[in-house]
């Protein structure tokens, strides 16, 4: 993998996205910026870790604007927009991107299996990756809410690592700092 070309290619992306798609913009840059912040306090190296915070959000370009809909999803609504890692996995990995897709694909999958894919058996990485797409879309507003409070927004973000199994307390306590200084630059 050549890694200088993958970030240019992944930059020119986002900057095409920012003309044309500016509120998956907002999503994918966010993540990925919350998502790199993570991975370099715990000395993840792995590139292909980076161009999955970013691209984990691809597949939402696949499912329509959903996400911007005035008023909730309907449950019909809510299945399509779970397809999303499957449709940035497929992406990525016909790109060679193979790392890459894989932290993609379970980045929606929870410690308790409680995830998109019930899933259970997971790379950490893809956790990291859950907890910066997650807490980017609490601080965001929708159309049907404000964007959550700090502590709203942590608190949901982080409940399902609190049972200490798959991250360490000091793990979670690390994110939950990492998150805070994030927070303040909004
Ligand atoms: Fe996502």
Do not use: W
């Not at 980045?107 to 997650?134: C, M, Q, R, W």
């Amino acid at each position: 993998m050549d890694f200088e070309y993958e970030k240019k290619f992944l930059d020119d992306f986002v900057a095409m996205l920012k003309l044309y798609k500016p509120f998956l913009y907002q999503k994918i840059n966010e993540t990925g910026i919350i998502a790199s912040l993570i991975g370099k306090e715990f000395g993840i190296e792995e590139p292909e870790y980076y161009l999955a915070g970013y691209y984990a959000n691809l597949g939402l370009l696949g499912v329509g604007n959903y996400l911007q809909k005035p008023g909730h999803l309907n449950e019909q609504e809510k299945e399509v927009v779970k397809r999303h890692p499957v449709l940035s996995h497929e992406y990525l990995e016909k790109r060679g991107l193979v790392k890459c897709a894989d932290f993609v694909y379970y980045h929606h999958e929870l410690p308790d299996g409680s995830g998109y894919y019930k899933e259970t058996n997971f790379p950490k990485e893809a956790s990291f990756i859950n907890i910066a797409d997650v807490f980017q879309g609490c601080v965001s507003p929708r159309s049907y809410r404000p964007p959550f409070t700090f502590r709203e927004a942590l608190e949901t973000t982080m409940k399902p690592y609190k049972n200490y199994i798959f991250l360490q307390k000091e793990e979670v306590d690390a994110i939950e700092k990492i998150l805070k200084a994030y927070y303040e630059t909004l």
